[in-house]
């Protein structure tokens, strides 16, 4: 189980701070808590774009199986940048729906921040949070500078406390975690069909582990702009979710590659660009990632779709000298005619059926370009 | 009589900006100053270490003024994190809202006006490091902001420019009340 924890305030020393750390070393054997801190984030303006900080933070939470937030208590309510972080979580964004959520605080004084507490609890359930906040369940560590001592927890109550609720949490979010996989296992589905293409007839289950089994990843954008579906591939250079399905191409890329990907979307959809290659390092192996505008038949966008693998075995043939007696000539006619480097089958098929994603690959490898 | 009217959010557009324009042209007993709240950052307990230009200048026509008007937006059902900042920058070095009569006004573009918003504000103006007077009941809750105004930017429905006026005029002599209280007590 991976869990966020979120510290309350954007203060250089809080007790909130030490006792998520305090969770977060005490219950490792039940879930792994991760800290987020909100002091880099902007203050949320509707009037201000989501930046990086933005993005990672509403990544981690919405990646993460639930959350904790540990809040202080200003002026009888929660402080203004924790508000302010959750204004970003909940405006144009739903990471916090249904997120199992859960609410400790501690304080100086003996009062542990409970008014925020029960403002936290208010908004998180509002509609555009609309958390699942666990009831009960209040974690009021008041004293804080008694309590916490040396990464510890001196008092035996409020130790026994906190494994109690914390163990409800765990539960809580077990529970919320089964009830969605159980209904999706009542839904209608389809075990033992089969698709018939112009070329042949494959079964669903092969469907799937076709996709598992080709040597790069796919990732498909839907004509609407939202990321529809990616490859179960195993070792996937982007590790998707699927709690990331049905984004949109904004939501699922972060703002800075935001730009560059809506170009190579709208220069698809105007018909400007068939493809767009992009060599990179990732992992510390070479990669090349591949868009394709995917078109029906008549040419109607249906979508944006990525590949991308590792080309590193590729590579590794080609600087063993794989190649070196083709080059002098005889693959010269598959460049020329946009087949691959199989030279029998590619002979063999027919010139308008050869898919125009060959001739791309083709090209941008010897010219570096990608501009179609 | 010389009030503050402190328009509760950062954003460009605001139907609280214009609710406080609109008490400002229409109310001639008082001079009403709409103060925006843009330039003020984030509220930080240690950073920078002395209070930003901006919170020393609010909290100085707030010191001068007979009073404040907060209209308050509500963002996931309480008060918008750049208000409860300047709220909060308001309350640790300098405390110009203690003692100070403030009076809550809102609107939301739905039914409730910003209900739960200003709910939760009364209970932060209330807690001992504000310590602000704020003025009881007289709930102004102006639902329906995006239909609420005419092109000039005034309050079309006579029902609810008549509450506006009643409230209003509540909170002047809750004004008087406390001033005169205040003498009576020093």
Redesign the interface.
């Known amino acids: 189980m991976l869990l966020t924890a979120i510290v309350g305030t954007?203060?250089?020393?809080s007790y909130n701070r030490l006792l998520l750390q305090y969770m977060q070393k005490h219950f490792k054997g039940l879930a792994a808590i991760r800290i987020l801190e909100i002091?880099q984030l902007p203050?949320?303006?509707?009037?201000t774009p989501a930046d990086m900080a933005v993005w990672r933070f509403k990544k981690a939470i919405q990646l993460s199986d639930g959350v904790i937030f540990s809040t202080p208590e200003?002026?009888?309510?929660?402080?203004?940048?924790l508000?302010?972080a959750?204004?970003w979580l909940?405006y144009r964004s739903d990471v916090l729906k249904h997120k199992p959520a859960m609410v400790v605080g501690t304080s100086y004084g003996p009062q542990a921040s409970s008014?925020a507490q029960e403002?936290l609890r208010?908004?998180l359930?509002?509609p555009?949070?609309d958390a699942y906040t666990l009831s009960g369940n209040e974690i009021l560590i008041g004293n804080a500078a008694k309590v916490f001592v040396d990464g510890n927890v001196t008092d035996r109550q409020v130790q026994t406390e906190l494994e109690a609720y914390f163990g409800n949490f765990v539960k809580f979010v077990d529970s919320i975690a089964e009830g969605e996989d159980g209904m999706s296992m009542h839904q209608p589905y389809l075990d033992d069909a089969y698709i018939t293409f112009p070329t042949g007839r494959l079964s669903f289950r092969e469907v799937q582990q076709i996709f598992s089994t080709i040597p790069f990843e796919i990732d498909l954008i839907d004509h609407n702009d939202k990321f529809s579906w990616f490859s179960n591939k195993p070792d996937r250079e982007h590790v998707r979710s699927v709690r990331e399905i049905g984004e949109t191409v904004a939501e699922c890329h972060p703002p800075k590659a935001l730009p560059i990907v809506m170009k190579i979307i709208d220069s698809f959809k105007d018909g400007s660009q068939d493809s767009v290659s992009r060599p990179l390092i990732m992992h510390g192996h070479r990669v090349l990632i591949q868009y394709f505008a995917l078109r029906d038949v008549d040419g109607a966008y249906l979508g944006t779709i990525e590949f991308t693998g590792s080309v590193e075995h590729i590579l590794n043939f080609y600087e063993q000298g794989a190649w070196s007696d083709a080059a002098s000539g005889a693959s010269q006619t598959d460049s020329t005619s946009g087949a691959s480097a199989h030279d029998a089958p590619a002979a063999e098929a027919p010139a308008d059926a050869t898919p125009k994603a060959a001739t791309d690959t083709d090209s941008d490898a010897t010219s570096g370009a990608s501009q179609h | 009589m010389k009030f503050i009217a402190i328009v509760g959010t950062?954003?460009?557009h605001s139907y609280n900006r214009m609710l406080l324009h609109e008490m400002q042209a229409r109310f001639d007993q008082a001079q009403i100053e709409v103060v925006d709240i843009?330039n003020i950052?984030?509220?930080?307990?240690?950073h920078p270490e002395t209070d930003p230009e901006p919170v020393g200048q609010l909290a100085d026509a707030i010191t001068a003024a007979d009073g404040v008007i907060i209209g308050c937006p509500e963002?996931?059902?309480?008060?918008?994190?750049?208000l409860?900042?300047v709220?909060?920058w308001l309350?640790y070095r300098v405390h110009p809202l203690a003692e100070k009569p403030v009076m809550i006004v809102g609107a939301s573009i739905y039914p409730q006006g910003s209900s739960?918003a200003q709910l939760?504000l009364r209970?932060?103006l209330?807690?001992p490091?504000?310590n602000a007077q704020v003025f009881p009941g007289n709930e102004f809750l102006l639902g329906q902001a995006n239909q609420a105004f005419d092109q000039a930017g005034r309050l079309q429905d006579q029902g609810t420019i008549d509450f506006l006026t009643q409230c209003f005029t509540g909170f002047l002599d809750f004004v008087l009340m406390h001033q005169q209280f205040s003498k009576g007590d020093a």
């Open positions: 954007n203060a250089d020393f002091s203050a949320f303006s509707e009037d200003y002026d009888h309510s929660i402080p203004a940048a508000k302010s959750i204004e909940s008014r403002h208010q908004i359930a509002s555009d949070c | 950062n954003a460009k843009q950052p984030m509220f930080n307990e240690n963002y996931n059902h309480s008060v918008p994190s750049p409860k900042s709220i909060e309350s739960r939760h209970q932060i209330d807690s490091g504000v």
